[in-house]
């Protein structure tokens, strides 16, 4: 008897901060905290999916491949539906009877499983988004440096079977481009405590806010991570500081807790229904705000 | 003095960074300076510059380096990475190498 996930017909408001766990991406959310795949994913009902469900679905699907259990998928009765993730390229990661469609480079949209060494792919998701956002002058290195690292953060700590997941899309009526990378591998929290520096870090929460101060890493002191390299501990402060400096939002999610960070309000934080087993960074930047400035006058 | 060019490759790598930095530090072992150009270099993560100038300033100061190494050619973007790395490092953060090790 195949298993079948069916994804609700709710619309995905894809707000982290309104917590509206009825939406259609938590139930993908829900269902890859448990890393539960399926034989079937039955997108009939879905409407519209935002980034960061998509990159969890096809997470799902990459976990199942990975399990020599290819999933196949229902694809949307949604026409716009339909043809928006036949652009992503999203069909590609499931069995070939979805429905079949060449990616269409030079939309708005992108999704990518990156592994490692990582090449230019973020570069490549910049350019794509790029295209439709007008980003002002000077913030397309920035976008693609920051996301080069969040990517290689998630290959080189994460310890994911489906190394990650990167989805993104830009919204040029509201000015903004979302980017999420998913890792399907251990816990922000489980990773940290392996430094003794931070052994004392006792919750999910307090792991997540730990990891997004600067200088912390879960790399321990006199040691190389697994890739052989040094850590200093900048990648998600760094993302987070510029990000936040026009105006947008990162969301960190992993293990039972997301955190929503912005400048114009204090930290939003919501509770998962069930532990999340890896690690989602969800980044907002709003293309109208004042992206930090550049630091030209060389130090050295 | 010794010559460096960088190839048009972005730079990314963490290992990478530390490469480079070991063969500015060897290039001063041999010379009295270096020149490092990054004129083909559009792009530095983090993780390269941190990598990089963390290790360089392990062993010289700001003052000695601005002497000793020439930075030629490089992007706003690239000033802009180094110049965050050199901060970090100033401030107290250190590559996890070059922090003892806790028992």
Known sequence: MPQTFSVSAKADGGEFVDGDSAALAWDVLRRTADHQTADVIDLSHCPHLKPYAIACLCGLAELARADRRPTRIVPPIDAGCAAHLARLGVPAFFEPEGWGAEPAWGTNVAVRRVTWPPGNEGERIVEVLSSRAELPAGVFPNMVELLDEIIRNALTHAESPIECIVAGQAFPHTQKVEVAVLDLGQTILGHLTKNPRHAGVRTHREAIFRALEDGVTGTPDGQRNRRGEQNSGAGLSALRAYCESGGGELTVLSGDVWVTSSQTRPPVIGTLYRPFRGCLVNIRYST????????????? | MADMKLDNQPLRSAGNGEILATAILAALDRDESVRVDFAQVEMMTPSYANAMVMTLLDRFTVAELKTRCEL???????????????????????????RHATT
């Open chain 2, 72 to 98: 030629a050619n490089r992007s706003a973007v690239v000033i802009a990475a180094m110049n965050t790395a050199v901060r970090r490092y100033l401030g107290g953060i250190r590559l996890s190498t070059q």
């Open chain 1, 288 to 300: 109208h705000g004042n992206l930090t400035p550049l630091d030209v006058e060389p130090i050295l």
